[in-house]
């Protein structure tokens, strides 16, 4: 009985030091001067993270940092939005003239508050030719059921390969911050999150409490979660006549 304790506190020791290796990389990479970001996310995250998503980008640019994301809907966007200058973040389409799902050109430059470039620096980029064979062969790696994926989805899971290695997939991102609902790595995003922890990148994702607090006392930012609770706890004293 006295082996089994020991061995279940010698796991819990283990575990706890990795979750502070872990979070101590996420530190180190979002402190590292002149890094590179990835910001990805679920189409279906909630406003509140995606003005956080927001946010860390822009602080991310003050800091130097260089951003790259996949100009999908919801946190890729708003992700995206963050940086005031579209030559500081390469945003990766999966083929030419992609779109978020419902949204015009004209609704994409709304939402960003700017013009993205038509070419040249700052401009949306795919891969090239050459890179586009080897980033699907590595997609498919890390995908679960490829044989299943069609033309399109296999088109915009390889997308993810230069997400996380560059577009000559040979430069790894320094640090992925991302939503997914579960905190997982599930969904689209949960491509790149597979591919980032298994070429050893610190994976900071904002539903996770330890993750997301770090990221934001790093960059700086109060958590827009504790500050809409502190305004509607406000709100609700006025309306008590306090």
Request: hydrophobic fraction near 35%; glycine fraction near 10%.
């Amino acid at each position: 009985m006295l082996r089994s304790l020991t061995e279940a506190l010698d796991k819990t020791s283990n575990t706890s030091k990795k979750d502070d290796s872990h979070l101590q990389q996420i530190r180190n990479a979002l402190e590292k001067s002149n890094g590179i970001i990835t910001g990805i996310g679920s189409r279906e995250t909630p406003e509140i993270e995606l003005q956080l998503l927001t946010r860390i980008a822009m602080e991310a640019e003050k800091r130097g940092m260089r951003g790259r994301s996949g100009g999908a809907g919801g946190a890729d966007l708003a992700f995206e939005k963050g940086f005031t200058d579209p030559k500081n973040i390469d945003v990766i389409f999966p083929w030419r003239g992609f779109l978020p799902k419902d949204m015009t050109e004209q609704d994409v430059t709304a939402y960003l508050g700017r013009e993205r470039p038509k070419q040249g620096p700052g401009a949306p980029v795919m891969l090239e030719w050459k890179m586009r064979a080897k980033a699907e062969e590595l997609a498919a790696k890390y995908h679960p059921a490829w044989e299943k994926c069609s033309q399109g989805a296999r088109a915009l899971h390889s997308r993810n390969m230069p997400q996380v290695l560059g577009l000559q997939l040979d430069k790894k991102t320094d640090v992925v911050v991302a939503w997914t609902k579960d905190g997982q790595a599930t969904g689209g995003t949960g491509q790149a999150i597979r591919i980032a922890r298994d070429l050893g990148i610190p994976v900071a994702n904002l539903k996770n409490p330890e993750e997301r607090r770090i990221v934001l006392e790093v960059l700086k930012i109060a958590d827009p979660r504790q500050e809409r609770a502190m305004s509607q706890a406000y709100q609700a004293q006025q309306g008590r006549g306090y």
